[in-house]
Protein backbone atom coordinates (compact mmCIF):
# COMPACT_ATOMS: atom_id res chain seq x y z
CA UNK A 1 0.00 0.00 0.00
CA UNK A 2 1.32 3.22 -1.16
CA UNK A 3 0.05 6.30 0.67
CA UNK A 4 0.51 10.23 1.87
CA UNK A 5 1.83 12.15 4.23
CA UNK A 6 0.68 15.92 4.38
CA UNK A 7 0.63 17.30 7.90
CA UNK A 8 -2.81 18.95 8.73
CA UNK A 9 -4.96 20.03 5.95
CA UNK A 10 -7.71 21.81 8.43
CA UNK A 11 -11.60 20.79 7.47
CA UNK A 12 -11.73 20.71 3.90
CA UNK A 13 -11.25 17.04 3.64
CA UNK A 14 -14.37 14.88 4.07
CA UNK A 15 -14.73 12.28 6.63
CA UNK A 16 -11.06 10.26 7.04
CA UNK A 17 -9.58 12.09 4.67
CA UNK A 18 -5.95 10.27 4.67
CA UNK A 19 -7.56 6.97 4.61
CA UNK A 20 -9.29 8.37 1.83
CA UNK A 21 -6.08 9.01 -0.10
CA UNK A 22 -4.01 6.23 1.54
CA UNK A 23 -6.63 3.95 -0.99
CA UNK A 24 -6.58 6.22 -4.10
CA UNK A 25 -3.45 7.98 -4.31
CA UNK A 26 -0.03 6.02 -4.92
CA UNK A 27 2.77 7.13 -3.54
CA UNK A 28 2.23 10.67 -3.24
CA UNK A 29 3.95 12.57 -0.03
CA UNK A 30 3.83 16.38 0.84
CA UNK A 31 6.80 17.72 2.91
CA UNK A 32 5.79 21.66 3.61
CA UNK A 33 8.18 24.69 4.94
CA UNK A 34 5.35 25.85 6.65
CA UNK A 35 1.54 25.94 7.87
CA UNK A 36 1.15 27.08 4.11
CA UNK A 37 -2.76 27.11 3.99
CA UNK A 38 -3.51 27.88 0.25
CA UNK A 39 -1.30 24.63 -0.01
CA UNK A 40 -3.77 23.02 2.14
CA UNK A 41 -6.85 24.58 0.40
CA UNK A 42 -5.22 23.30 -3.03
CA UNK A 43 -5.00 19.70 -1.98
CA UNK A 44 -8.94 19.29 -1.63
CA UNK A 45 -8.29 19.35 -5.69
CA UNK A 46 -10.45 15.91 -6.69
CA UNK A 47 -8.22 13.34 -5.92
CA UNK A 48 -8.43 12.03 -9.31
CA UNK A 49 -6.09 15.17 -10.36
CA UNK A 50 -3.67 13.14 -8.62
CA UNK A 51 -4.09 9.96 -9.93
CA UNK A 52 -3.76 11.32 -13.39
CA UNK A 53 -1.03 12.98 -12.08
CA UNK A 54 0.85 9.61 -10.66
CA UNK A 55 0.37 8.12 -14.41
CA UNK A 56 1.97 10.46 -15.96
CA UNK A 57 5.38 10.12 -13.76
CA UNK A 58 4.91 6.50 -14.11
CA UNK A 59 4.89 6.37 -17.79
CA UNK A 60 7.69 9.14 -18.51
CA UNK A 61 10.49 8.05 -19.99
CA UNK A 62 13.48 9.89 -17.86
CA UNK A 63 16.31 11.40 -19.85
CA UNK A 64 18.71 10.02 -17.28
CA UNK A 65 19.42 6.55 -17.14
CA UNK A 66 20.15 4.14 -14.32
CA UNK A 67 22.59 4.81 -11.92
CA UNK A 68 25.73 3.14 -11.73
CA UNK A 69 25.49 1.83 -15.61
CA UNK A 70 27.20 2.47 -18.08
CA UNK A 71 24.94 4.56 -19.47
CA UNK A 72 25.42 7.52 -18.34
CA UNK A 73 24.07 11.42 -19.12
CA UNK A 74 26.46 12.98 -21.57
CA UNK A 75 27.21 16.43 -21.58
CA UNK A 76 26.46 17.48 -24.69
CA UNK A 77 22.88 16.19 -24.55
CA UNK A 78 22.75 17.97 -20.87
CA UNK A 79 24.50 21.18 -22.31
CA UNK A 80 21.75 20.97 -24.63
CA UNK A 81 19.18 20.94 -22.54
CA UNK A 82 20.24 23.71 -20.24
CA UNK A 83 20.75 26.13 -22.67
CA UNK A 84 17.59 25.97 -24.16
CA UNK A 85 15.40 25.87 -20.86
CA UNK A 86 17.79 28.54 -19.61
CA UNK A 87 16.80 30.89 -22.82
CA UNK A 88 13.55 30.12 -22.33
CA UNK A 89 13.11 31.20 -18.86
CA UNK A 90 11.20 33.93 -17.92
CA UNK A 91 8.85 34.44 -20.68
CA UNK A 92 5.85 33.62 -18.87
CA UNK A 93 4.61 34.87 -15.71
CA UNK A 94 4.76 31.36 -13.33
CA UNK A 95 8.31 31.34 -14.32
CA UNK A 96 9.54 33.44 -11.88
CA UNK A 97 7.25 32.23 -9.06
CA UNK A 98 9.46 30.73 -6.01
CA UNK A 99 9.37 26.92 -4.97
CA UNK A 100 8.30 26.64 -1.25
CA UNK A 101 6.75 23.41 -1.19
CA UNK A 102 7.23 19.91 -3.00
CA UNK A 103 5.45 16.53 -3.51
CA UNK A 104 6.83 13.73 -3.12
CA UNK A 105 5.69 10.48 -5.24
CA UNK A 106 6.94 6.58 -5.52
CA UNK A 107 7.87 5.88 -2.01
CA UNK A 108 5.42 3.34 -0.24
CA UNK A 109 4.19 4.34 2.98
CA UNK A 110 6.13 3.82 6.15
CA UNK A 111 5.58 0.94 8.33
CA UNK A 112 5.46 1.03 12.08
CA UNK A 113 8.11 3.14 13.33
CA UNK A 114 7.99 5.41 10.32
CA UNK A 115 10.15 3.07 8.63
CA UNK A 116 9.85 2.44 4.67
CA UNK A 117 11.17 -0.48 3.11
CA UNK A 118 12.62 -1.20 -0.68
CA UNK A 119 14.53 -3.66 -2.17
CA UNK A 120 17.99 -3.95 -3.14
CA UNK A 121 19.43 -4.14 -6.31
CA UNK A 122 16.21 -2.06 -8.01
CA UNK A 123 16.03 1.18 -9.45
CA UNK A 124 12.96 2.97 -7.61
CA UNK A 125 12.18 6.17 -9.06
CA UNK A 126 10.69 8.83 -7.18
CA UNK A 127 9.21 12.23 -8.70
CA UNK A 128 9.72 15.94 -7.28
CA UNK A 129 6.77 17.96 -7.89
CA UNK A 130 7.88 21.68 -6.68
CA UNK A 131 4.91 24.17 -5.82
CA UNK A 132 4.61 27.81 -4.36
CA UNK A 133 3.22 29.05 -1.80
CA UNK A 134 -0.05 30.21 -3.47
CA UNK A 135 -0.52 25.97 -3.93
CA UNK A 136 0.10 26.34 -7.80
CA UNK A 137 2.62 23.44 -8.80
CA UNK A 138 5.43 25.23 -10.85
CA UNK A 139 5.55 25.78 -14.25
CA UNK A 140 9.01 25.58 -15.02
CA UNK A 141 12.12 23.59 -13.78
CA UNK A 142 15.53 25.24 -12.54
CA UNK A 143 15.20 24.49 -9.26
CA UNK A 144 18.25 22.88 -7.54
CA UNK A 145 17.36 19.83 -5.13
CA UNK A 146 20.55 18.40 -2.85
CA UNK A 147 20.12 14.60 -2.51
CA UNK A 148 21.70 12.30 -0.37
CA UNK A 149 21.65 8.40 0.45
CA UNK A 150 23.48 7.26 3.65
CA UNK A 151 24.49 4.69 5.91
CA UNK A 152 27.60 3.48 7.94
CA UNK A 153 28.48 1.82 5.23
CA UNK A 154 27.05 3.84 2.29
CA UNK A 155 27.24 7.30 1.06
CA UNK A 156 25.59 8.54 -2.57
CA UNK A 157 23.81 11.81 -4.53
CA UNK A 158 20.92 9.49 -5.80
CA UNK A 159 20.89 11.35 -9.92
CA UNK A 160 18.25 13.70 -9.97
CA UNK A 161 16.96 14.89 -13.64
CA UNK A 162 15.37 18.16 -13.89
CA UNK A 163 12.33 17.83 -16.71
CA UNK A 164 11.10 21.17 -16.68
CA UNK A 165 8.00 21.50 -16.07
CA UNK A 166 8.38 21.86 -12.34
CA UNK A 167 8.79 17.93 -11.52
CA UNK A 168 12.38 16.48 -10.84
CA UNK A 169 13.26 12.69 -11.32
CA UNK A 170 15.34 10.58 -8.30
CA UNK A 171 16.41 7.36 -8.52
CA UNK A 172 17.70 5.05 -6.16
CA UNK A 173 19.24 1.82 -5.70
CA UNK A 174 21.34 -0.03 -3.79
CA UNK A 175 23.78 -3.02 -4.07
CA UNK A 176 22.39 -5.97 -2.29
CA UNK A 177 25.71 -6.57 -0.36
CA UNK A 178 24.99 -3.08 1.37
CA UNK A 179 21.20 -3.89 2.26
CA UNK A 180 20.48 -2.27 5.55
CA UNK A 181 19.44 1.62 7.57
CA UNK A 182 19.47 4.17 5.47
CA UNK A 183 18.79 8.25 5.23
CA UNK A 184 17.36 10.16 2.41
CA UNK A 185 17.21 13.59 2.28
CA UNK A 186 16.37 15.84 -0.09
CA UNK A 187 17.36 19.92 0.35
CA UNK A 188 16.74 22.63 -2.00
CA UNK A 189 19.33 24.80 -2.02
CA UNK A 190 18.04 27.31 -4.76
CA UNK A 191 14.81 27.73 -6.65
CA UNK A 192 14.34 29.31 -10.10
CA UNK A 193 18.17 28.99 -11.68
CA UNK A 194 19.43 31.01 -8.61
CA UNK A 195 22.40 29.29 -8.33
CA UNK A 196 23.78 30.98 -11.73
CA UNK A 197 23.53 34.52 -10.05
CA UNK A 198 26.51 36.14 -9.89
CA UNK A 199 25.78 36.73 -5.94
CA UNK A 200 23.42 33.86 -5.50
CA UNK A 201 23.90 34.36 -1.33
CA UNK A 202 20.70 35.78 -0.35
CA UNK A 203 18.82 32.99 -2.93
CA UNK A 204 20.13 30.28 -1.23
CA UNK A 205 17.61 28.89 0.95
CA UNK A 206 19.26 24.89 2.42
CA UNK A 207 15.96 23.69 3.31
CA UNK A 208 15.18 19.70 4.19
CA UNK A 209 12.08 19.12 2.15
CA UNK A 210 12.51 15.69 3.17
CA UNK A 211 14.29 12.98 5.34
CA UNK A 212 13.00 9.63 5.47
CA UNK A 213 14.36 6.55 7.03
CA UNK A 214 14.09 4.09 4.35
CA UNK A 215 15.79 0.03 5.19
CA UNK A 216 17.38 -1.96 2.15
CA UNK A 217 16.25 -5.40 2.27
CA UNK A 218 17.56 -8.69 0.25
CA UNK A 219 16.26 -12.05 0.10
CA UNK A 220 20.31 -12.85 -1.06
CA UNK A 221 24.03 -12.57 -0.86
CA UNK A 222 25.86 -11.88 -3.72
CA UNK A 223 28.97 -9.48 -4.47
CA UNK A 224 28.18 -8.10 -8.12
CA UNK A 225 30.52 -8.01 -10.60
CA UNK A 226 32.24 -4.53 -11.53
CA UNK A 227 35.25 -4.35 -13.71
CA UNK A 228 38.30 -2.60 -12.98
CA UNK A 229 38.45 0.83 -14.46
CA UNK A 230 40.89 0.90 -17.60
CA UNK A 231 41.27 4.09 -19.76
CA UNK A 232 38.76 2.80 -22.24
CA UNK A 233 35.97 3.81 -18.84
CA UNK A 234 37.40 7.60 -19.06
CA UNK A 235 37.00 7.90 -22.55
CA UNK A 236 33.09 9.14 -22.54
CA UNK A 237 32.12 12.60 -22.06
CA UNK A 238 29.42 11.52 -19.42
CA UNK A 239 28.57 12.26 -16.07
CA UNK A 240 29.11 9.59 -13.55
CA UNK A 241 26.50 8.32 -10.35
CA UNK A 242 29.31 6.84 -8.42
CA UNK A 243 28.96 6.23 -4.48
CA UNK A 244 31.15 5.86 -1.31
CA UNK A 245 31.03 2.24 0.26
CA UNK A 246 32.71 0.57 3.15
CA UNK A 247 32.90 -3.31 4.56
CA UNK A 248 35.29 -2.88 6.78
CA UNK A 249 36.49 0.45 9.27
CA UNK A 250 37.32 0.56 13.20
CA UNK A 251 34.48 2.51 14.90
CA UNK A 252 37.11 3.40 17.59
CA UNK A 253 39.55 4.97 15.21
CA UNK A 254 41.43 8.50 16.14
CA UNK A 255 43.56 10.69 14.78
CA UNK A 256 46.82 10.05 15.11
CA UNK A 257 50.01 12.47 16.71
CA UNK A 258 50.05 13.77 12.79
CA UNK A 259 46.36 14.36 12.56
CA UNK A 260 46.15 11.21 10.19
CA UNK A 261 43.66 8.40 10.00
CA UNK A 262 45.49 4.70 10.15
CA UNK A 263 42.73 3.07 11.23
CA UNK A 264 42.68 -0.36 9.38
CA UNK A 265 45.42 -2.69 9.33
CA UNK A 266 48.63 -1.98 7.23
CA UNK A 267 47.99 -4.30 4.88
CA UNK A 268 44.20 -4.47 4.51
CA UNK A 269 43.09 -4.97 1.38
CA UNK A 270 39.90 -4.21 -0.88
CA UNK A 271 37.07 -5.97 -1.35
CA UNK A 272 36.86 -7.45 -4.84
CA UNK A 273 33.38 -5.81 -5.26
CA UNK A 274 35.09 -2.15 -4.19
CA UNK A 275 38.29 -1.85 -5.37
CA UNK A 276 41.54 -3.55 -6.32
CA UNK A 277 44.86 -2.76 -3.87
CA UNK A 278 45.93 -1.50 -0.66
CA UNK A 279 42.68 -0.39 1.16
CA UNK A 280 44.52 1.38 4.09
CA UNK A 281 46.74 3.30 1.77
CA UNK A 282 43.48 5.79 1.73
CA UNK A 283 43.66 6.45 5.17
CA UNK A 284 39.51 6.82 4.64
CA UNK A 285 38.55 4.76 7.69
CA UNK A 286 37.92 1.88 5.02
CA UNK A 287 35.97 4.83 2.71
CA UNK A 288 36.40 4.12 -1.38
CA UNK A 289 34.55 5.34 -4.05
CA UNK A 290 33.36 3.27 -7.42
CA UNK A 291 31.42 4.26 -10.15
CA UNK A 292 30.23 2.34 -13.79
CA UNK A 293 33.89 0.25 -12.88
CA UNK A 294 35.59 0.04 -9.44
CA UNK A 295 39.07 1.79 -9.25
CA UNK A 296 42.44 0.65 -8.39
CA UNK A 297 44.57 1.27 -5.62
CA UNK A 298 47.90 2.06 -6.86
CA UNK A 299 51.21 0.81 -4.61
CA UNK A 300 54.30 3.16 -4.80
CA UNK A 301 56.33 0.19 -7.67
CA UNK A 302 53.24 -0.08 -9.71
CA UNK A 303 52.95 3.52 -9.76
CA UNK A 304 56.86 4.86 -10.35
CA UNK A 305 56.71 2.07 -12.69
CA UNK A 306 53.95 4.29 -14.61
CA UNK A 307 54.69 7.16 -14.70
CA UNK A 308 58.97 6.75 -14.92
CA UNK A 309 60.02 9.07 -17.63
CA UNK A 310 56.88 10.84 -18.42
CA UNK A 311 56.20 14.02 -18.02
CA UNK A 312 52.29 15.70 -16.02
CA UNK A 313 51.19 19.05 -16.53
CA UNK A 314 48.58 20.36 -14.35
CA UNK A 315 46.22 23.13 -15.19
CA UNK A 316 43.88 24.12 -13.17
CA UNK A 317 42.76 25.76 -9.51
CA UNK A 318 44.46 25.00 -6.22
CA UNK A 319 42.77 22.09 -5.47
CA UNK A 320 45.43 20.58 -8.30
CA UNK A 321 48.24 21.89 -5.68
CA UNK A 322 46.51 19.20 -3.26
CA UNK A 323 46.19 16.48 -5.41
CA UNK A 324 49.65 16.93 -6.68
CA UNK A 325 51.21 16.77 -2.95
CA UNK A 326 49.32 13.91 -2.08
CA UNK A 327 50.22 12.06 -5.22
CA UNK A 328 53.50 12.86 -3.94
CA UNK A 329 53.19 11.37 -0.36
CA UNK A 330 50.73 9.30 -0.34
CA UNK A 331 50.91 7.21 -3.05
CA UNK A 332 54.90 7.61 -4.24
CA UNK A 333 56.50 7.90 -0.87
CA UNK A 334 57.44 11.51 -0.49
CA UNK A 335 57.42 13.84 1.93
CA UNK A 336 56.47 16.91 -0.20
CA UNK A 337 55.87 19.98 2.26
CA UNK A 338 54.07 22.04 -0.30
CA UNK A 339 53.37 23.03 -3.64
CA UNK A 340 53.42 26.22 -5.15
CA UNK A 341 50.59 27.66 -7.45
CA UNK A 342 53.58 27.63 -10.07
CA UNK A 343 55.48 24.26 -9.84
CA UNK A 344 57.92 22.76 -12.01
CA UNK A 345 60.05 20.07 -10.78
CA UNK A 346 61.87 16.71 -11.48
CA UNK A 347 60.72 14.09 -9.33
CA UNK A 348 63.29 11.29 -8.46
CA UNK A 349 62.06 7.98 -6.64
CA UNK A 350 64.34 7.95 -3.56
CA UNK A 351 64.15 4.34 -3.17
CA UNK A 352 65.54 4.30 -7.10
CA UNK A 353 67.32 7.08 -8.31
CA UNK A 354 66.82 5.66 -11.63
CA UNK A 355 63.34 5.90 -11.88
CA UNK A 356 62.37 9.98 -12.59
CA UNK A 357 58.96 12.05 -13.90
CA UNK A 358 58.58 15.30 -14.91
CA UNK A 359 56.12 17.69 -13.71
CA UNK A 360 54.50 20.85 -14.15
CA UNK A 361 51.66 22.73 -12.74
CA UNK A 362 50.45 26.28 -13.19
CA UNK A 363 47.16 28.01 -11.54
CA UNK A 364 44.55 29.28 -13.69
CA UNK A 365 42.29 31.27 -10.66
CA UNK A 366 43.85 34.39 -12.06
CA UNK A 367 47.26 35.44 -14.76
CA UNK A 368 48.87 36.36 -11.08
CA UNK A 369 49.58 33.68 -9.03
CA UNK A 370 49.47 35.44 -6.35
CA UNK A 371 45.96 37.11 -6.59
CA UNK A 372 42.47 35.03 -7.59
CA UNK A 373 39.11 35.30 -8.94
CA UNK A 374 39.90 35.48 -12.56
CA UNK A 375 39.30 31.95 -14.05
CA UNK A 376 39.73 31.57 -17.64
CA UNK A 377 40.25 35.06 -18.11
CA UNK A 378 43.66 34.55 -17.11
CA UNK A 379 43.83 33.21 -20.99
CA UNK A 380 43.53 36.57 -22.09
CA UNK A 381 46.66 37.87 -20.59
CA UNK A 382 49.28 37.35 -23.33
CA UNK A 383 52.40 36.64 -21.06
CA UNK A 384 50.09 33.74 -18.86
CA UNK A 385 49.43 32.76 -22.73
CA UNK A 386 52.88 32.48 -23.23
CA UNK A 387 53.90 31.29 -20.05
CA UNK A 388 51.81 27.83 -20.28
CA UNK A 389 52.32 27.54 -24.09
CA UNK A 390 56.40 27.41 -23.33
CA UNK A 391 56.46 25.34 -19.97
CA UNK A 392 54.08 23.20 -22.11
CA UNK A 393 56.85 22.34 -24.88
CA UNK A 394 59.76 23.04 -22.18
CA UNK A 395 61.66 20.20 -22.96
CA UNK A 396 59.06 18.01 -24.63
CA UNK A 397 55.49 17.76 -25.08
CA UNK A 398 53.61 16.41 -21.52
CA UNK A 399 52.52 12.66 -21.66
CA UNK A 400 49.46 13.63 -19.78
CA UNK A 401 47.75 16.72 -19.11
CA UNK A 402 45.16 17.27 -16.42
CA UNK A 403 42.34 20.31 -16.84
CA UNK A 404 40.03 22.04 -14.70
CA UNK A 405 38.52 24.95 -14.47
CA UNK A 406 35.31 26.55 -12.42
CA UNK A 407 35.87 27.74 -8.90
CA UNK A 408 37.33 30.65 -9.79
CA UNK A 409 35.03 31.11 -13.47
CA UNK A 410 32.17 31.31 -11.08
CA UNK A 411 33.27 34.31 -9.27
CA UNK A 412 34.72 36.03 -12.53
CA UNK A 413 31.79 35.81 -15.27
CA UNK A 414 28.62 37.09 -14.29
CA UNK A 415 26.74 35.16 -16.87
CA UNK A 416 26.69 31.60 -17.65
CA UNK A 417 26.84 33.12 -21.29
CA UNK A 418 30.47 34.99 -20.60
CA UNK A 419 31.23 31.85 -19.32
CA UNK A 420 30.69 29.91 -22.10
CA UNK A 421 32.17 32.22 -24.64
CA UNK A 422 35.94 31.93 -22.44
CA UNK A 423 35.58 28.16 -22.39
CA UNK A 424 35.38 28.32 -26.58
CA UNK A 425 38.59 30.37 -25.92
CA UNK A 426 40.12 28.07 -23.56
CA UNK A 427 39.40 25.12 -25.46
CA UNK A 428 40.69 26.34 -29.03
CA UNK A 429 44.15 27.61 -27.29
CA UNK A 430 44.26 24.14 -25.96
CA UNK A 431 43.70 22.74 -29.11
CA UNK A 432 46.62 25.16 -30.70
CA UNK A 433 48.85 23.33 -28.25
CA UNK A 434 47.72 19.72 -28.68
CA UNK A 435 47.30 19.30 -32.74
CA UNK A 436 49.61 16.75 -33.77
CA UNK A 437 50.35 15.23 -30.21
CA UNK A 438 48.69 11.75 -30.61
CA UNK A 439 50.80 10.69 -27.72
CA UNK A 440 49.40 13.15 -25.12
CA UNK A 441 46.40 11.76 -22.76
CA UNK A 442 44.05 14.59 -21.99
CA UNK A 443 42.28 14.44 -18.81
CA UNK A 444 39.24 17.18 -18.24
CA UNK A 445 39.28 16.63 -14.27
CA UNK A 446 35.49 17.86 -13.30
CA UNK A 447 35.57 20.90 -10.38
CA UNK A 448 34.23 19.71 -7.06
CA UNK A 449 31.71 20.08 -5.43
CA UNK A 450 31.88 23.39 -2.99
CA UNK A 451 30.97 22.45 0.80
CA UNK A 452 29.05 23.73 3.66
CA UNK A 453 28.61 27.17 3.95
CA UNK A 454 30.18 27.69 0.73
CA UNK A 455 27.01 26.20 -1.32
CA UNK A 456 25.66 29.88 -0.81
CA UNK A 457 29.22 30.62 -2.53
CA UNK A 458 29.04 32.19 -6.18
CA UNK A 459 30.80 28.74 -7.22
CA UNK A 460 27.84 27.21 -5.51
CA UNK A 461 27.18 23.91 -6.31
CA UNK A 462 24.36 24.33 -9.12
CA UNK A 463 26.45 26.72 -11.04
CA UNK A 464 29.68 24.50 -11.13
CA UNK A 465 27.25 21.58 -12.28
CA UNK A 466 26.38 23.91 -15.28
CA UNK A 467 30.32 24.73 -15.66
CA UNK A 468 31.45 21.79 -15.36
CA UNK A 469 28.91 20.47 -18.38
CA UNK A 470 29.59 23.30 -20.62
CA UNK A 471 33.50 22.70 -20.05
CA UNK A 472 33.44 19.37 -20.74
CA UNK A 473 31.26 19.89 -23.80
CA UNK A 474 33.45 22.26 -25.23
CA UNK A 475 36.54 20.76 -25.07
CA UNK A 476 35.36 17.16 -26.31
CA UNK A 477 33.80 19.10 -29.21
CA UNK A 478 37.73 21.41 -29.98
CA UNK A 479 39.78 18.35 -28.90
CA UNK A 480 37.76 15.57 -31.43
CA UNK A 481 40.54 15.12 -32.79
CA UNK A 482 42.31 13.13 -29.74
CA UNK A 483 40.48 10.21 -30.38
CA UNK A 484 40.99 7.51 -27.58
CA UNK A 485 43.03 10.46 -25.85
CA UNK A 486 40.38 12.39 -24.34
CA UNK A 487 39.18 11.61 -21.23
CA UNK A 488 36.34 12.70 -18.05
CA UNK A 489 36.90 12.39 -14.29
CA UNK A 490 34.17 13.54 -12.62
CA UNK A 491 35.65 14.70 -9.41
CA UNK A 492 32.07 17.07 -9.02
CA UNK A 493 30.28 13.58 -8.50
CA UNK A 494 33.25 12.07 -6.19
CA UNK A 495 33.37 15.12 -4.05
CA UNK A 496 29.47 15.76 -2.80
CA UNK A 497 28.03 13.04 -0.68
CA UNK A 498 30.87 15.02 1.65
CA UNK A 499 30.20 18.52 0.59
CA UNK A 500 27.17 18.96 3.64
CA UNK A 501 30.05 19.94 6.25
CA UNK A 502 33.24 20.46 7.18
CA UNK A 503 34.19 17.08 7.89
CA UNK A 504 36.05 16.52 4.31
CA UNK A 505 37.20 20.04 3.25
CA UNK A 506 37.77 23.59 4.06
CA UNK A 507 34.45 24.19 2.06
CA UNK A 508 36.77 24.96 -1.59
CA UNK A 509 39.47 21.87 -1.15
CA UNK A 510 38.86 18.37 -0.46
CA UNK A 511 42.78 17.28 0.07
CA UNK A 512 44.31 19.95 2.71
CA UNK A 513 47.34 18.09 4.37
CA UNK A 514 46.66 16.17 7.29
CA UNK A 515 47.10 17.81 11.10
CA UNK A 516 46.31 17.60 14.34
CA UNK A 517 45.43 20.92 14.92
CA UNK A 518 41.92 22.76 15.33
CA UNK A 519 39.50 22.02 11.75
CA UNK A 520 36.01 24.48 12.42
CA UNK A 521 33.96 21.89 14.72
CA UNK A 522 36.33 18.97 15.68
CA UNK A 523 40.16 18.48 15.19
CA UNK A 524 41.51 17.41 12.56
CA UNK A 525 39.80 16.71 9.51
CA UNK A 526 40.00 13.82 6.79
CA UNK A 527 41.63 13.94 3.37
CA UNK A 528 40.78 10.79 1.75
CA UNK A 529 38.29 12.55 -0.95
CA UNK A 530 41.72 13.77 -2.60
CA UNK A 531 43.64 11.12 -1.88
CA UNK A 532 41.06 8.60 -4.38
CA UNK A 533 40.82 11.42 -6.59
CA UNK A 534 44.79 10.94 -6.84
CA UNK A 535 44.58 7.22 -7.86
CA UNK A 536 41.85 7.87 -10.36
CA UNK A 537 44.55 9.88 -12.47
CA UNK A 538 46.60 7.51 -12.12
CA UNK A 539 44.51 4.77 -13.42
CA UNK A 540 43.59 7.68 -16.66
CA UNK A 541 47.47 7.95 -16.99
CA UNK A 542 48.73 4.74 -17.14
CA UNK A 543 46.20 1.80 -17.49
Not at 271 to 295: M, P, R, T
Request: glycine share 6%.
Amino acid sequence: MFGLTAGHFGSCFNESPLRHMNSTMNGIILISLGAFLLLALHLCTPLSYYSDLLFEFKDRVPSMSSPNSNKRSSFNESTSIFFKRFSEYGKQECHNVSTTAALFFGLPRAENGGEITLSTDVLHKIWIVSYAASGNRRCFGGDFYETDLSSPQWKSRPPITDVGDGSYLVELKVDEEFAGNYTFKVILLYSNFRGLEHQPDPWALTKEMLTVQIRFTTSRKRNPHLATCTSHDFMSATTWSGKWTRTKFNESCQLDKEGRYRCLGEHEECDDSQCIGNLESLESNGWVYSAHCKFRIWNAADAWKCLDGKKLFFWGDSNHQDTIRNLMNFVLGLNQEYIERIFVANVTNPSNPAQNFSLVSIFNGHADPNQNLMGLGSLYVPAYRDLVKNEFFRGRAPDAVIINSGIHDGHAWKKVHHFAAAVQTASAFWRSLLENKSSTRVVIRNTITLAAIKRSDPSNPQKIEVFNSILSNEFQKQLHSLENQLMFVDDYDMTFPWHYDFCCSDGGHYGIKPALAPWFDRVGHFYFVDVMLAHVLLTAICS
